[in-house]
């Protein structure tokens, strides 16, 4: 059995780090480099990115960030603020000292738990919190065969808005994007990213993070910001005003993201997580997508219990109903700092 020497990732270490992601079919876009620089500068939040090596050859990786919130709890989580995460491995005894080696660093941090998001379950004596899934589904090379893969009335709420005289459009920025996105999520009652994270996205991940504007008469309906990985595309943040609802700009948005992803070669569309019960879980499910239920693994440390801090928790309404009636520049203003404890 070969053995392992445990690192973390430094500057030297990137380029094959990321080559490594490219080549596991464990890892994810949400397992690359540059989640490193995005949660450091972007939330300000310690990360361990850790890799197990036999000499020059990653055989494992484990990025972990630390969130210490006074209202929130204290966790040790790959990755937060993104639907996958966990451990990637192309050798299961690489996968057990980066799995070793977190623990150990949970315990000496003294975080109420650690959390992986797994697409499988990897400790079944860990806790378990089933209350995401995610859609994933095959494209197909005709952009034709998949719009008549989605169901008819999804089907006939696309083709309403291309009724309406919807186009889009690439943005060089993310400028439009935030205005469509901070409306919609204002709306929901949840705080809101800052400007400078989807700027720092764009920055850190380039070709591989486009943005997509939806217009009517050359203004804005709603836009949407999506990764790029392997042959995956992810619409990952999207949104717009009533307007969007009015036209069924969404629908339209989304099927645009499917077009142009075909038109360039993916083949497969993610989807996103959502919570089981939710609007956006409905709203996939007409799209003719299964849900896969995500399997988050939790050790508990000095924490007695999970803590809920989801929006479906009834304990957040009155406060969602407060946010909703904040003025969009000042809920703008406050929800960074709220968001970036949550995670």
Known sequence: MPHYTVGLMGSQDRARWDDFVQRCPDATFFHRAGWQRVIEEGFGHPTWFMYAADG???RAILPLAQINSRWFGNTLCSLPFCVYGGIAATDPAAAQAV???AQQLAGRLQVDHLEYRHTQARHADWEHRPIYATFRKPLHAEPDVNMLAIPRKQRAMVRKGVA????STLE???RRFFDCYARSVHRLGTPVFSRRYFSLLQQVFAEDCEVLCIEQARRPVCAVLSFRFRDEILPYYGGGGEQARALAGNDFMYWEVMRRACADGCTLFDFGRSKYGSGAFAFKKNWGFEPQTLHYDYRLYRG?????VQPLNPGFQPLIKAWRL?????????GPHIVRQLG
Request: glycine share 4%; proline share 7%; no cysteine.
């Open 56 to 58: 020059a050859h990653i």
């Open 99 to 101: 799995d070793e080696a």
């Open 164 to 167: 309406a005289g919807l186009s």
């Open 172 to 174: 060089a920025d993310t």
């Open 304 to 308: 007695s219990k999970l803590r809920d």
């Open 326 to 334: 904040l003025p969009l520049p000042l809920a703008n203003l406050i």
